[in-house]
């Protein structure tokens, strides 16, 4: 059975990092492409980041570029989000989806997703 599990979660001050992780159970990550969703109140899901199933492909959306970095760890099966220089409005919960082929910031293109964690980043 297909699942991603998210943690990593946390409440940090805003200046923070913190990393989150994706691991994967039922499936090689290798032949997948992984993204990260935020969902904050009352807005919509947006994506932050998605690396391809090689891993040599990366994409990170404007507002965290160069505070954001994605990775992933074949032999673990898991993908990371590693948030450095966090701000107030990276306050979200925080899911990790998987689709097959290359990255998309549709969520609707996703196939699987995880529970999904809370980052609140507050002083």
């Known amino acids: 059975q297909l699942q991603l599990v998210e943690s990593g979660g946390g409440l940090v001050q805003p200046g923070g990092s913190l990393r989150l992780s994706c691991a994967a159970s039922?499936?090689?990550?290798?032949?997948?492409?992984i993204g990260w969703f935020r969902q904050a109140p009352g807005k919509e899901r947006e994506g932050v980041s998605c690396?391809?199933?090689?891993?040599?492909?990366?994409h990170y959306a404007d507002s965290v570029k160069g505070r954001f970095t994605i990775s992933r760890d074949f032999a673990k099966n898991t993908v990371y989000l590693q948030m450095s220089s966090l701000k107030p409005e990276d306050t979200a919960v925080y899911s990790c989806?998987?689709?097959?082929?290359?990255?998309?910031?549709?969520?609707?293109?996703?196939?699987?997703w995880g529970q999904g964690t809370q980052v609140t980043v507050s002083s």
């Open positions: 989806a998987t689709r097959m082929l290359s990255c998309s910031n549709r969520p609707d293109l996703y196939n699987y």
């Open positions: 039922g499936f090689p990550l290798g032949a997948y492409a």
């Open positions: 690396i391809s199933g090689s891993g040599g492909i990366t």
